[in-house]
């Protein structure tokens, strides 16, 4: 009798176990993208555009949400360099417009990617005079 209870606890244990490393797993695989700067945005959608949604708690946020297609935040000053070396990051080609550099990149550390200029592209940085705006794939709206 002592032996199967020891046994049946046991088993249990091991599924407790389990259970806490998959929430573990799935937690961090859904952890946010950046460093949370000056603001934080959720892209949700088949084209990552079709809704964004602002959050002051990625972590949670990104937990809670579905659909996720896509994130980006803001950051004061001039991080190019930072990101694609936090993202071991290629960088693919640039664009200037409106005084605004962005710098279209390709990382093994992020996921999806979209296509531009026959590149997939899976991260974009675009700095201004005075802020980066840092997105995945890319950055939609306004920086």
Do not use: I, W
Not at 57 to 80: C, I, M, Q
Not at 82 to 92: F, Q, S, V
């Amino acid at each position: 009798m002592r032996g199967k209870l020891l046994h049946a606890a046991l088993a249990a244990v091991t599924v407790l176990c389990a259970a806490l490393c998959a929430v573990f797993a799935y937690a961090l695989r859904t952890s946010p993208a950046f460093e949370q700067g000056e603001d934080y945005t959720f892209y949700m959608g088949a084209s990552s555009s079709s809704l964004s949604v602002s959050s002051e708690n990625p972590a949670l946020d990104k937990l809670l949400l579905h659909g996720v297609a896509g994130e980006s935040t803001r950051y004061f000053g001039d991080r190019y360099e930072d990101l694609k070396e936090k993202y071991r990051a290629e960088l693919l080609f640039t664009e200037e417009a409106c005084g605004v550099v962005n710098y279209y990149m390709y990382s093994p550390l992020l996921g999806n990617c979209v296509f531009l200029n026959g590149y997939a592209v899976n991260l974009h940085v675009a700095v201004g005079a005075e802020q980066t705006a840092a997105g995945t794939p890319l950055v939609f709206g306004g920086y």
